[in-house]
């Protein structure tokens, strides 16, 4: 008896510990949500997080290795995306894992998230974001810099958003992509 209350112990604590996958959160993402995700429209996966298994939702809960696994998997079995979707569904997978401390799959993402014939995304100047955002994870500091003060001269309060993001990563250069995108911004007055 002592064997199987031991044996029933330790799957339970398997298959709880396998959920604190990010950080100590609890998180988790099943066959179930990941349908779930495949039906629901670009804004809702990427933009709103409707669903607690969306990108957004379980960035939110600090789960960014499920949530760019989400990602990757609305990417295969979600509806049929724009490029721009694309790119921002790309972008977002590689915020997760550059916050997981990927910088090289992160980076590759970020790139494949570029369309050479894309330079504005709405009112955004989002290849100039993106190229400087790959900066920052490849250690170029260079073309990081020049991205943000090309989009802190680009009309729109978008840009200047993003152009204070990048100034962020270029101050904390030195530090992790999660430090640097989440704490290291100039405070805007």
């Not at 509806?79 to 401390?101: C, N, R, W, Y």
Request: proline share 4%.
């Amino acid at each position: 008896m002592f064997y199987k209350v031991l044996f029933a112990t330790t799957l339970l604590l398997a298959s709880v510990t396998a959920a604190y996958a990010d950080d100590g959160h609890f998180c988790h993402l099943t066959p179930e949500d990941k349908a779930a995700n495949a039906k629901l429209s670009f804004d809702d996966f990427d933009q709103k997080g409707s669903l607690p298994s969306t990108w957004r939702a379980l960035m939110h809960e600090n789960c960014p290795g499920r949530a760019a696994e989400a990602a990757d998997d609305y990417l295969v079995n979600g509806p049929a995306l724009t490029p721009d979707q694309k790119s921002d569904v790309l972008f977002h997978e590689a915020q997760a894992l550059a916050i997981m401390g990927d910088n090289a799959q992160a980076s590759r993402l970020v790139a494949a998230a570029i369309m050479p014939d894309r330079g504005m995304h709405g009112d955004l100047d989002w290849t100039t974001y993106l190229v400087g955002t790959w900066a920052f994870l490849v250690s170029n500091r260079t073309t990081l810099d020049t991205a943000a003060a090309k989009l802190a001269n680009e009309p729109g309060e978008g840009n200047h958003v993003d152009a204070n993001v990048l100034r962020g990563l270029s101050d904390c250069f030195d530090k992790d992509y999660d430090t640097a995108y989440n704490e290291c911004r100039p405070k805007v007055r």
